[in-house]
């Protein structure tokens, strides 16, 4: 048990995001051999963002639009997926996540412009937006 966390399994795409992928790869193959967890689940309940009503409500906006889109509704799923893209503008799992369901290149035109966001809101992930929120340590 963990709070999410953003973490690769490899160092191609470091200088994008600055995350070196051994740290978690070492921890990840402590786990598999010896069962050591990252934190306690004392450690991992204190750590634990809790989305906000707007984060949570992108959520279902996504859930919903999924829905749709796979019943065929693609144009009623698609305000679905504007509106949860609105409610997290930052949420990768939202924003990138819906490019292919869309039709969209997850790696063209439309992920760079959700980059660039990124990297002018200052390469925020769930950690530092929790913090944002609270308006100090996560």
Avoid: C
């Amino acid at each position: 048990m963990r709070p999410p966390l953003i973490e690769y399994g490899t160092d191609m795409f470091k200088e994008f995001h600055g995350k070196e992928a051994g740290p978690h790869l070492d921890g990840l193959r402590r786990w598999v051999r010896t069962g050591e967890l990252p934190m306690s689940r004392d450690e991992a309940a204190r750590a634990q963002l809790l989305p906000t009503h707007d984060e949570q409500l992108a959520r279902a906006e996504f859930g919903l639009a999924w829905h749709l889109w796979q019943r065929g509704d693609h144009e009623r799923a698609q305000r679905h997926f504007e509106r949860a893209g609105a409610l997290a503008p930052l949420d990768w799992t939202i924003r990138r996540g819906s490019m292919p369901i869309q039709g969209k290149d997850p790696m063209g035109p439309d992920f760079f412009d959700l980059f660039r966001e990124w990297m002018d809101a200052g390469r925020p992930d769930y950690r530092s937006l929790a913090q944002q929120r609270r308006g100090g340590a996560a």
